[in-house]
C-alpha cells in the first residue's frame, strides 16, 4: 500500500487527518479506500470507517456524532483494538490519536488478529419476535452485522431453519439458522445489510439503551437515599 497517497478532494493533513497547518506530519500515512471498524465509546458501539493511518492516529468517516465519553477504542475486524483519543471532529469525519505506540502493519493486515477476516460485529441488545412453525417468540439480540446476528431464544431452532424477525427498528429479517448452543443461536441474513444502513439503524439504540441505563441508575440511587 503507497503511502501518502492523498484521497481525491482531500488536501494535505497531519498525523490525524487534521487541517492543514496544525502540525507537520511525524509519522507516514497510509491511505485506505476502506476499512470498517467500530468505535468503542463507554462499552457503546459506533460503525465507522478507516479513511486513511499512520502510526501515531487515524481518521475515520463516522456515521453518527460520538458520545461524550471518557474512554474510546477502536476495535477492528480482526478483533484488535487500540485506545484513542478525539483530536477532531468535522462533518462525517473525526481525528484520532493513539494512546500507545502501535504497530501500523498490524493495523493493515486484516489476515491477522483474533478473527481474521470476519465482519465487524456491533454489540446491541434489541428485543424481537421471531416467527418460525407457525410460533411468534420473544427473543433477544446480542450482536448485529451486516450478514447476520446471534440472538437467544427459548425456544429450539433447527440448522439452516428459515425464520423471520421483527425489530420494530429494521424491516422484516429472513435469515437461517448457521449454529446453535441453545438457547443461543447465529443467524445469517438472506438479505445483507449496507454499511450505512446498519450504522444508522445501531447508533439511536446505542443511545436510547445509554439513555434507559442512566435512568435505571438515577432511581436505584433516589432509592438508595430514600431508604
Not at 511525524?26 to 491511505?31: D, G, L, N, Q
Not at 476495535?75 to 502501535?102: C, S
Request: net charge negative; with cysteine; hydrophobic share 40%.
Amino acid at each position: 500500500m503507497a503511502q501518502e497517497q492523498q484521497l481525491p478532494g482531500e488536501t494535505r493533513q497531519d498525523q490525524t487527518g487534521a487541517p492543514p497547518g496544525t502540525e507537520l506530519r511525524s509519522a507516514p500515512r497510509y491511505a485506505l479506500l476502506i476499512r470498517t471498524a467500530k468505535i468503542i465509546a463507554d462499552g457503546r458501539e459506533f460503525l465507522c470507517i478507516i479513511r486513511d493511518a499512520s502510526a501515531t492516529g487515524l481518521k475515520i468517516r463516522l456515521f453518527s456524532d460520538l458520545p461524550e465519553a471518557r474512554e474510546l477504542v477502536v476495535e477492528l475486524v480482526t478483533g484488535d483494538r487500540y485506545a484513542v483519543e478525539l483530536v477532531w471532529m468535522a462533518d462525517d469525519y473525526a481525528g484520532l490519536r493513539f494512546l500507545h505506540e502501535i504497530e501500523v502493519e498490524r493495523l493493515l493486515d486484516e489476515s491477522r488478529g483474533l478473527y481474521p477476516k470476519r465482519q465487524v460485529r456491533v454489540q446491541i441488545a434489541i428485543s424481537g419476535v421471531l416467527h418460525s412453525g407457525g410460533e411468534a417468540v420473544p427473543v433477544v439480540f446480542h450482536n448485529l452485522s451486516q450478514q447476520g446476528a446471534c440472538i437467544d431464544s427459548d425456544k429450539w431452532l433447527l440448522m439452516n431453519e428459515l425464520v423471520r424477525l421483527e425489530t420494530g427498528v429494521t424491516p422484516p429479517l429472513y435469515a437461517k439458522v448457521r449454529w446453535r448452543s441453545h438457547p443461543r443461536y447465529g443467524l445469517i441474513f438472506e438479505h445483507t445489510f449496507r454499511l450505512e444502513e446498519l450504522a444508522r439503524i445501531s447508533a439511536p439504540l446505542q443511545f436510547a439503551q445509554a439513555l434507559a441505563e442512566h435512568a435505571e441508575g438515577g432511581q436505584a440511587s433516589s432509592a438508595a437515599s430514600e431508604g
